[in-house]
């Protein structure tokens, strides 16, 4: 295995660690994490994986209980697979506007798709913690305004510090400039 595999997947599986520390709710670093692991991981299987590894372990972590509720761990583990798709437009061009821009598109997808499966989760779950209709979805989105400040500073800050960060170890160990985590 390369070295930038390992300095990678070392940043990645540190968000893990990051995330069981004490913060503000919905201030944690899995956006930007996998983010980071599709912009430099060039292996398909591992740029999705990773992410998703590092959000089991994190949960296992923290002792997460929520797995009564399949279709919304499937709303937030599906949209860190696709917040790596959106990493994967970052391979040629790692600007900070290009980096900053995913990093927002990210949030907006995170808070999209897992209030949608709040609400659409009364569908199977009852009682409804919504009501199943126009109103009760714009009231589940109303709802998570006060959390979604916290994902989009969260997803900006660690999306700095990661890319920042390898930026930066590439620049002073040659080894990891000019090549991508390759596996």
């Known amino acids: 295995m390369n070295r930038n595999i390992l300095a990678v997947s070392a940043i990645v599986l540190s968000a893990a660690f990051i995330r069981v520390i004490p913060h503000a ?4 670093p899995l956006g930007a994490m996998a983010l980071f692991a599709g912009a430099y991981i060039t292996n398909r299987w591992l740029a999705f ?8 372990i994190s949960d296992a972590l923290m002792g997460f209980n929520g797995w009564q509720y399949p279709d919304q761990i499937i709303s937030v583990y599906g949209t860190f697979l696709l917040i790596s798709l959106i990493g ?8 900070i506007w290009r980096v900053g821009s995913a990093s927002l598109a990210s ?5 999209a798709v897992t209030n949608l499966a709040v609400w659409a989760g009364g569908f199977l779950h009852q009682p409804a913690l919504y009501p199943l209709n126009a109103a009760g979805i ?10 979604f400040h916290h994902t989009v500073f969260s997803d900006l800050v660690y999306s700095a510090l990661f890319f920042g960060g390898y930026y930066i170890l590439q620049i002073n160990i040659p080894a990891l400039s000019g090549r991508e985590a390759k596996a």
Request: positive net charge; charged residues 10%; proline residues 9%.
């Open 107 to 111: 949030s907006v997808l995170f808070f």
């Open 88 to 95: 994967r437009t970052l391979h040629s061009s790692k600007s």
């Open 138 to 147: 714009i009231e589940s989105y109303v709802a998570a305004i006060p959390f």
């Open 49 to 56: 994986g990773l992410p998703l590894l590092t959000l089991l």
């Open 25 to 28: 709710p919905n201030f944690s």
